[in-house]
């Protein structure tokens, strides 16, 4: 229901127009009929606490120029809720994301390794292979799209694998998708100190340094953890970020059509494999920024890892 100025003002309300159909609200000038229209207050702060309410929940701050039918906040704000119940009844709801895989799994693992290289001088394992290409040497690559060339075992081209009850598809990690490339840490070289505090300027020093031996250099590699899922959620709306394929360092301009936005939006250090790595690629989608018909095609790829809960957009994101 709502109040038609016309016929409950009458002689009080300007006419009809195109941005006011049903009468245009007017000051009283004097006392008297025919002055303006005579508000009362209860009805005042109704009206405006619905719109301010909407306004409020759609994030939206009045521009303070007066709506009309052509050109209204309160109607972008109704759009915009709307729009994003819509979204909400796409994804599932957090115990129907968590069922997907809980108890079909034994634990964390590799589902399935993918295929790998056709270049039998590269292959590692199964869906595990090394490149000697200078552009993406030191690296090892998981996956390999049959259509480039992949072989092997495997019922699927990329690797899948389960972290903390999430199956997530590693393809695009650092690439365009057809596989995943992870960036190896240099070895190392005998210059760093043990303690941190820095490197020697050659080897002779730091052999001098360990008296007969490079006692006090590093010369083991550090283990690291190649593929992590955070404990915490995803929360979209805070962040504004949603990962292609669930990955963090994903490396494709664009997945099912929707293009990804580049490092500018992502500072380097938040996708860093290792300390001193500056070359991973870190592509996401800027979530305010998607037109709705493209967030739906997000939510509905079961790879993005996004579910609702108590209202919220949450993924499940992986980072190498």
Not at 129 to 136: C, D, R, W
Not at 219 to 228: C, W
Request: glycine share 10%; aromatic share 6%.
């Amino acid at each position: 229901m709502a109040k038609n100025l016309l016929t409950e003002y009458p002689g009080k309300v300007g006419g009809s127009t195109p941005q006011y159909p049903y009468g245009e609200p007017r000051d009283v000038i004097t006392n008297g009929d025919g002055t303006g229209t005579p508000w009362q207050a209860e009805l005042i702060k109704d009206i405006y606490g619905l719109l301010q309410a909407i306004l409020t929940e759609a994030g939206i701050t009045p521009s303070n120029t007066a709506d009309n039918a052509t050109n209204s906040q309160y109607l972008d704000g109704l759009r915009d809720i709307l729009g994003q119940d819509e979204l909400l009844a796409l994804a599932p709801s957090k115990a129907e994301f968590e069922a997907r895989t809980r108890g079909k799994y034994a634990g964390s693992g590799f589902v399935h390794w993918g295929k790998h290289s056709n270049v039998s001088s590269s292959v590692v394992n199964s869906g595990m292979y090394s490149e000697k290409v200078p552009v993406i040497a030191n690296n090892v690559t998981l996956g390999r799209d049959a259509t480039a060339g992949g072989v092997g075992m495997s019922t699927t081209d990329l690797p899948f694998v389960v972290i903390n009850d999430v199956l997530l598809n590693l393809g695009g990690i650092d690439s365009g998708g057809a596989t995943s490339r992870i960036t190896l840490p240099p070895a190392p070289d005998g210059l760093d100190k043990r303690d941190g505090s820095g490197r020697y300027p050659d080897l002779a020093t730091a052999v001098a340094a360990g008296t007969v031996d490079l006692n006090e250099s590093m010369i083991n590699a550090s283990d690291i953890t190649i593929l992590r899922s955070p404990v915490i959620p995803n929360d979209i709306a805070t962040s504004d970020k949603v990962y292609p394929n669930s990955l963090k360092q994903f490396g494709a301009t664009s997945l099912d059509g929707v293009s990804t936005n580049d490092t500018e939006l992502n500072p380097m250090w938040t996708d860093a494999i290792f300390a001193s790595d500056d070359t991973t690629t870190y592509n996401c989608w800027e979530w305010s920024t998607l037109p709705d018909a493209n967030k739906a095609i997000v939510i509905n790829n079961p790879d993005n890892n996004i579910y609702s809960d108590n209202g919220d957009l949450k993924q499940r994101p992986l980072e190498v």
